[in-house]
T-cell receptor, first 112, second 117 residues
Framework: GNSVTQMEGPVTLSEEAFLTINCTYTATGYPSLFWYVQYPGEGLQLLLKATKADDKGSNKGFEATYRKETTSFHLEKGSVQVSDSAVYFCALSSGGYNKLIFGAGTRLAVHP | GAGVSQSPRYKVAKRGQDVALRCDPISGHVSLFWYQQALGQGPEFLTYFQNEAQLDKSGLPSDRFFAERPEGSVSTLKIQRTQQEDSAVYLC???????????????FGSGTQLSVL
């Protein structure tokens, strides 16, 4: 069946450090891939998406590239800020009703 | 309201009690999803409505779980005879779309945290 695996957290970084959160997936067909973010006390929000192989999603300085050959969708940011501290979820969508399959989440803590 | 509203925000139930969790989606949104998020895990799909029709309930873990959306707007997730393993955050999400674009414009509520003692 379809599944998503992402690196365990927490990830602790200093401000302005480079961020990578790894995500790999298993899926039949051609899923769409997403990164969602959950800030403390808030609901899940879509951060970025990619709908086909080699697409690059980007938003707020974050980016991820849909790599079909390695079944990966790693999240990167060149210079993190304290305000990026949150839990990040990788997800895929497939099937007739577009339900999402999420990874377990990776908590990011950025210190000044 | 401006977003997806869920109530109550917190619910404590004794094992064996029945509970009802409410979701008010954004007005006019066609698609409505329920997800269950256990502590330290990602959300897991429970059920999907398109207007009032429940088109997918494959994620409901047992027949103790029941969801409805009778008028195509507000939805209620009911759990009968709650068990400790039902303790989780229950998330509702809605979208104005129904096709492939559904998840590109999906809005999540803040969830109901259910604790079963």
């Amino acid at each position: 069946g379809n599944s998503v695996t992402q690196m365990e957290g927490p990830v602790t970084l200093s401000e302005e450090a480079f961020l990578t959160i790894n995500c790999t997936y298993t899926a039949t067909g051609y899923p769409s891939l997403f990164w969602y973010v959950q800030y403390p006390g808030e609901g899940l929000q879509l951060l970025l998406k990619a709908t086909k192989a080699d697409d690059k999603g980007s938003n707020k300085g974050f980016e991820a590239t849909y790599r079909k050959e390695t079944t990966s969708f790693h999240l990167e940011k060149g210079s993190v800020q304290v305000s990026d501290s949150a839990v990040y979820f990788c997800a895929l969508s497939s099937g007739g009703y577009n339900k999402l399959i999420f990874g377990a989440g990776t908590r990011l803590a950025v210190h000044p | 309201g401006a977003g997806v509203s869920q109530s109550p925000r917190y619910k404590v139930a004794k094992r064996g009690q029945d509970v009802a969790l409410r979701c008010d989606p954004i007005s006019g949104h066609v698609s409505l999803f329920w997800y269950q998020q256990a502590l330290g895990q990602g959300p897991e799909f429970l059920t999907y409505f398109q207007n009032e029709a429940q088109l997918d309930k494959s994620g409901l873990p047992s027949d103790r779980f029941f969801a409805e959306r009778p008028e195509g707007s507000v939805s209620t997730l009911k759990i009968q005879r709650t068990q400790q393993e039902d303790s989780a955050v229950y998330l509702c999400a809605s979208s104005k779309d129904r096709g492939r674009e559904t998840n590109e414009k999906l809005f999540f509520g803040s969830g109901t945290q259910l604790s079963v003692l």
